[in-house]
């Protein structure tokens, strides 16, 4: 990947941060992306610049408001004045009971995980297009086996799938695009009890979690994969086979 640019969005922290910094052990310069975590993000430039000086660059913005997105894909590209890979890493995730969804509640949800990837995909297109490019799109293996009381989250994740395998299609054969969905990699960072840890850990054959690297290594196989394209890799411990799901 050296002298390639990636653009991760969400990637101050957690598997975003994590990803980053694997690739750019293997050579990327990097385009962190965040919307409120701007200390974190900071910090990870400046660890990664101090690696390899000059390698990153920040960009601010939510992905959620249509209106600003154009903008930030404008900053990633500028950013380096080139573009490879494009992951639309960036989430919300929250429980939305039906009889308690809102407004706001559908343009953070379907802003992050569908709204955003889609018109940042269509920007970021044609640069993309230049290098032979990549997109990565972080679905969710609840895509297709929904959470209970999670119905927006899942519908997004379910829509970001069908993007991801009809702009495989469409921006072919200049840009490969896949999807990554992870299972139970960390936990929430809302705290759950130990009870339904145990419960989750149950519904996974090989009955543990899994680790940040083994998204980083995945998403690391789909850029270099250069025969894949349309498909979601589930990076789940075999979790999606089991019968059921609970959050």
């Known amino acids: 990947m050296k002298d390639k640019v990636t653009f991760i969005t969400g990637s101050a922290k957690r598997l975003g ?46 992905l959620s408001d ?7 894909g404008r900053q990633a590209i500028n ?3 080139r573009l490879d890979v494009l992951i639309n890493n960036a989430s919300s995730f929250y429980p939305t009971p039906i009889g308690t969804i809102s407004a706001e509640d ?6 992050s995980n569908m709204q955003g990837p889609l018109f940042l995909s269509q920007y970021c297109a044609n640069t993309l297009a230049l290098n032979n490019g990549v997109i990565i799109n972080m679905v969710d293996i609840h895509a297709a086996k929904p959470l209970k009381n999670h119905t927006l989250y899942c519908m997004a994740k379910s829509a970001l799938v069908t993007m991801t395998q009809s702009l495989a299609i469409e ?6 695009v896949n999807g990554i969905a992870p299972g139970a990699i960390l936990w929430p960072e809302a705290e759950l009890n130990p009870d339904d840890k145990q419960q989750i850990l149950e519904q996974i054959p090989v009955q543990r979690l899994g680790h940040m690297q083994d998204i980083a290594d995945a998403i690391a196989f789909l850029i270099d994969a ?11 411990g075999g979790r999606s086979l089991s019968s059921h799901t609970k959050a």
Do not use: C
């Not at 249509?66 to 930030?72: D, K, R, Y």
């Not at 559908?106 to 802003?111: D, I, T």
């Not at 921006?171 to 490969?176: E, T, V």
């Open 226 to 236: 250069s025969y894949v394209t349309g498909q979601i890799l589930a990076v789940d």
């Open 66 to 72: 249509i209106t600003a997105v154009e903008s930030i």
């Open 171 to 176: 921006l072919a054969p200049k840009i490969r």
């Open 17 to 62: 941060a994590h990803t980053a910094k694997h690739l750019h052990s293997l050579g990327s310069n990097i385009v962190i992306h965040f919307d409120k975590s701007k200390a974190e993000a900071e910090a990870l430039s400046q660890q990664l610049n101090t690696i390899r000086p000059n390698s990153t660059a920040l960009v601010q913005g939510s």
């Open 106 to 111: 559908w343009f953070s949800l379907v802003g």
């Open 79 to 81: 950013a380096f004045g």
